[in-house]
T-cell receptor, first 115, second 111 residues
Framework: GAVVSQHPSWVICKSGTSVKIECRSLDFQATTMFWYRQFPKQSLMLMATSNEGSKATYEQGVEKDKFLINHASLTLSTLTVTSAHPEDSSFYIC???????????FGSGTRLTVV | KQEVTQIPAALSVPEGENLVLNCSFTDSAIYNLQWFRQDPGKGLTSLLLIQSSQREQTSGRLNASLDKSSGRSTLYIAASQPGDSATYLCAVTDNTDKLIFGTGTRLQVFP
């Protein structure tokens, strides 16, 4: 079956530093990838939609200069949290679309803790 | 703006019970609806996907129905087991290929 690999699974960083999270589709090409943020005991909130070779589309309220998204190939999208602050601590999950509005595969998530 | 709501928010039952989880959405113009399972601190596992033209899908002990016109979906879990304990999320897809998630139902099945 389709697999999406997300790394790292957890990361602790100091306030003010940047953190990069990778999302790879291992056995299919994903023209569209999505990045979500999830707070404890809450649902997933879409942050941005990433299309290969073009700029990401951010949801309202998401700072594009803070959450840099790059989708350089059909199998890799990255999310960089720049100048991280404690309030950025959260669970970040990516997903890849199979196309034709049929199915999505999710990564295993990244727990970010900013201290 | 599409809003997806799930009830109940939490559910605790003894094993063996048949369960019904509900999902409602405000805009019936969806492409599909998907049910996911999320274990604590983990990503999402897709359980069932129902295309907008379909009424239901089944996989093992799981059955999901879709009533698009009334904006409702139901996930039925038969003969629940402790291993079914997780958070269940429904999500709808709009014409932009985005998934819009519901609020989730936290299920605990105890022995």
């Amino acid at each position: 079956g389709a697999v999406v690999s997300q790394h790292p699974s957890w990361v602790i960083c100091k306030s003010g530093t940047s953190v990069k999270i990778e999302c790879r589709s291992l056995d299919f090409q994903a023209t569209t990838m999505f990045w979500y943020r999830q707070f404890p005991k809450q649902s997933l909130m879409l942050m941005a939609t990433s299309n290969e070779g073009s700029k990401a589309t951010y949801e309202q309220g998401v700072e594009k200069d803070k959450f840099l998204i790059n989708h350089a190939s059909l199998t890799l999208s990255t999310l960089t949290v720049t100048s991280a602050h404690p309030e950025d601590s959260s669970f970040y999950i990516c997903s890849a679309s199979h196309g034709d509005f049929y199915g999505y595969t999710f990564g295993s998530g990244t727990r970010l803790t900013v201290v | 703006k599409q809003e997806v709501t799930q009830i109940p928010a939490a559910l605790s039952v003894p094993e063996g019970e048949n369960l019904v989880l509900n999902c409602s959405f405000t805009d019936s113009a969806i492409y599909n609806l998907q049910w996911f399972r999320q274990d604590p601190g983990k990503g999402l596992t897709s359980l069932l996907l129902i295309q907008s033209s379909q009424r239901e899908q089944t996989s093992g002990r799981l059955n999901a129905s879709l009533d698009k016109s009334s904006g409702r979906s139901t996930l039925y879990i038969a003969a629940s087991q402790p291993g079914d304990s997780a958070t269940y999320l429904c999500a709808v897809t709009d014409n932009t290929d985005k998934l819009i998630f519901g609020t989730g139902t936290r299920l605990q099945v105890f022995p």
